[in-house]
């Protein structure tokens, strides 16, 4: 499974950005979006499954994130609107082949490179 993540960028407060992860591969179980800040640990985002219509989020974005997914490109999306400057981070798409632990790193099997998202007050 490869990972190609785009999107990133610079904004202003309460703008607003669209991330792409693009999948090539097998497919896997499960997809999700994770940030890391610098000096900060990795932190989970937001994940969809390939199949179903069930989407997860973390707390300080719901209302304000939404993931998606196209299965015929093999694309997963992550909208973000209402950006604040704490958004500031690398965001990373990541494919998971298990089941569990679908908030953390380590429930993931495959990562994308990363693409800046900086958000300015």
């Known amino acids: 499974v490869q990972l190609q993540a785009s999107g990133g960028g610079l904004v202003q407060a309460g703008g607003s950005l669209r991330l792409s992860c693009a999948a090539s591969?097998?497919?896997?179980?499960?997809m999700g979006w994770f940030r890391q800040a610098p000096g900060r640990e990795r932190e989970f985002v937001a994940a969809?499954?390939?199949?179903?219509?069930?989407?997860y989020y973390r707390d300080s974005v719901k209302g304000r994130f939404t993931i998606s997914r196209d299965n015929a490109k093999n694309t997963v999306y992550l909208q973000m609107n209402s950006l604040k400057p704490e958004d500031t981070a690398v965001y990373y798409c990541?494919?998971?082949?298990?089941?569990?632990?679908?908030?953390?790193?380590?429930?993931?099997?495959?990562w994308g490179q990363g693409t800046l998202v900086t958000v300015s007050s």
């Open positions: 591969g097998r497919r896997s179980y499960r």
């Open positions: 969809v499954r390939w199949s179903g219509t069930s989407t």
């Open positions: 990541a494919a998971a082949e298990a089941t569990y632990a679908l908030g953390s790193p380590l429930g993931y099997d495959y």
